[in-house]
């Protein structure tokens, strides 16, 4: 599966490319999560075991810019950012793709200026049935140019698979999300469906579940998040549960056990017949969600300073990483370097509030500081050893640089 793609080599690191591959070499069956340290002295970077570009983003990359390629002079269209990652999006804005709609699904060029073999990309996250079905009324084929992971497409066939068995499919996800909003299209194409974007809405559910709150609240309570026609006095007694496939895992199962737990309790059900009313399969996180999940679990065992989390703001898989540091030290969301403005002063991004904050004297004064590091399925490494660099500066330490990356040949 693990297959080696074209990505432009200006989002490659040199330093940590050797540092992935020997650790890949020594680690074959990815057991080991602690991090790697960079020892620069005065200066301690420990970089998570996993970070960086998945499956699903170097292939969309590799697809968006052979597509820029092999397609000179024609009109190349992305139906909205085709990963979370600014520069990556405005690299291939500087190579004439334009974006159809932002992140929320707000045009931004009108789709009537679409002609006959305009090429329209898909993003990693696919996108619904109803757009599917617009762009080809539009004479646009979409087969050819789409980028959707084959994660998401796997949480596609769960949903049908979950539907087949006559359960309605609980889609725990972000509602406003891409990938959520594609999998909910087919998933209400199948059967009843319903988003729930946090524990929070899990609890709510099971109210309705056990019939503790009026069936007539739900419809305003989860506005916008079921499918159309959702009876909800019918419609939860048997359901089955998936996930978009980046949020928190500790999070996807506590929910998952929360509404089994409902359901055994409503119906008296036991571990032979639970899937009378529950469908009792696995997650649908993604490989790459775990593996830096777990690297980040494992990274936290060190104590250090601070923690900095390379990403972009609205990467939902970088957000949970940034959930999970910030649980245990300082921690610093950033989307390039250029957010250290100094060994005194940085930018970062607060995703609580969605502002961007300056922080002062982020750097303790001692010796050596300790930072954790890692960052987001759709960051470029190139940017990871670009902060690197940056605090490595700070300490006049930037000639070591070069010798790590020489150790880890
Ligand atoms: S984060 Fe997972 S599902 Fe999303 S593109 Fe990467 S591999 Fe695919």
């Known amino acids: 599966m693990m297959k080696n793609f074209e990505v432009p080599i200006i989002y490659r690191s040199p330093l940590i490319t050797a540092i992935k591959k020997k650790r890949k070499e020594t680690d074959k069956m990815k057991r080991d999560f602690t991090p790697t340290l960079l ?12 970070f960086g570009f998945c499956y699903g983003v170097e292939n969309a990359i590799e697809i968006a810019f052979k597509t820029v390629e092999e397609n000179p002079g024609k009109k190349i269209y992305l139906l909205s950012e085709m990963i979370h990652n600014p520069q990556v999006n405005a690299d291939l804005q500087s190579h004439g793709v334009e974006f159809l709609q932002d992140t929320y699904g707000k045009e931004l060029i009108p789709f009537n200026i679409l002609k006959e073999g ?8 696919g996108t619904t049935l109803d757009m599917e079905k617009r762009l080809k009324n539009l004479g646009i ?7 959707t992971c084959p994660f998401v497409e796997k ?20 509602p406003w999300h891409e990938e959520t909003r594609a999998t909910f299209s087919h998933a209400a194409a199948n059967a009843p469906s319903l988003v729930i974007k946090n524990m929070q809405q899990a609890i709510e559910l099971t109210h309705y579940i056990t019939g503790n709150k009026p069936a007539t609240d739900f419809y305003e309570e989860f506005k916008g998040q ?6 909800v006095e019918k419609e939860l007694k048997r359901i089955g549960v998936v996930n978009q496939t980046t949020m928190l895992a500790s999070d996807t199962q506590a929910i998952a056990d929360l509404l089994k737990q409902t359901m055994i309790s409503k119906y008296n059900l036991t571990a032979e017949n639970v899937e009378e009313h529950f469908a009792d399969t696995k997650d649908t996180l ?3 969600t775990n593996d830096n999940q777990s690297a980040v679990t494992g990274m936290l065992e060190t104590k250090a300073d601070l923690a900095i989390v390379v ?10 990483l940034v959930e999970l540091c910030e649980k245990k030290l300082p921690t610093y969301f950033i989307n390039s370097e250029e957010n250290i403005l100094s060994e005194k002063e940085i930018i970062h991004y607060n995703f609580h509030t969605k502002e961007e ?30 902060v690197i660099n940056k605090l490595a500066g700070f300490f006049s330490v930037t000639d070591i640089v070069e010798d790590l990356r020489k150790n880890f040949q």
């Open 286 to 288: 993604c490989y790459a």
């Open 311 to 320: 990403g972009g703001y609205n990467s939902s898989n970088t957000t949970h």
């Open 357 to 386: 904050v300056l922080t002062a004297d982020y750097l303790p004064v001692k010796h050596p500081v300790k930072i954790l590091l890692t960052s987001g399925a759709s960051c470029p490494d190139a940017l990871v050893e670009g």
């Open 118 to 125: 305009d090429i329209v990309i898909i993003p990693a996250f």
């Open 141 to 147: 084929q979409t087969e050819k140019y789409d980028t």
């Open 155 to 174: 949480v596609w066939n769960r949903s049908e698979a979950i539907a087949m068995k006559n359960y309605t499919i609980i889609i725990h996800g972000k």
């Open 39 to 50: 020892d620069f002295g005065p200066l301690q970077i420990y970089l998570a075991r996993h």
């Open 226 to 231: 079921y499918s159309p026609g959702f009876n």
